[in-house]
C-alpha cells in the first residue's frame, strides 16, 4: 500500500507514547504524526533526519530482517549509488529505513524493494512524504 503524504517541516506533529498512553504502553518507542498518520519512527532521527532538507520526497520504508549494523551499511551502501537519493538513515530498532529523494525522482516501490531484497532484507511497505 502505497501512503503519500504532503508535510512542510513546520506541520510536523510529534509526539511521544508516553504523552499519549492510549496508542502504546512502551515508552520506548515514539511516533510523528504527519496529517493525523501515525508513522513509527524514532522522533529525534526523523527531526534529525528532515533538518536541512527541503523540495525532496521522503520514502519511510518498513524493513523485516534488519538485525545486524552490516545489515543497515549494506542497505545504505545499495542507496548511497542512486543520484537521486540525497540522504538515508536506516534504524535498526524499529525496522525503518527513511530514504530523501530529490523531488523529480520518481518513487518506484518495487525498485526499493529489489535493493532492499538484494542486501537480504524485505521491505513491506511505505509511504511518501513531500517536504
Do not use: P, W
Amino acid at each position: 500500500m502505497i501512503r503519500l503524504l504532503f508535510i512542510t517541516i513546520f506541520s510536523i506533529n510529534l509526539i511521544s507514547s508516553d504523552e499519549d498512553h492510549h496508542m502504546h504502553q512502551n515508552s520506548h518507542n515514539h511516533y510523528v504524526y504527519v496529517q493525523g498518520e501515525k508513522l513509527e519512527v524514532d522522533q529525534d532521527r526523523f527531526k534529525s533526519f528532515l533538518d536541512g532538507l527541503s523540495n525532496s520526497q521522503v520514502a519511510v520504508v518498513n524493513v523485516n530482517g534488519m538485525v545486524c549494523d552490516f545489515c543497515a551499511r549494506g542497505i545504505e551502501k545499495t542507496f548511497v549509488k542512486d543520484k537521486a537519493v540525497k540522504r538515508i538513515d536506516v534504524d535498526l530498532e524499529r525496522g525503518k529505513v527513511l530514504i530523501a529523494y530529490t523531488k523529480e525522482k520518481e518513487i518506484d516501490f518495487d525498485e526499493i524493494k529489489s535493493k532492499i531484497l538484494a542486501n537480504g532484507q524485505n521491505a513491506i511497505d511505505f509511504s511518501i512524504l513531500n517536504i
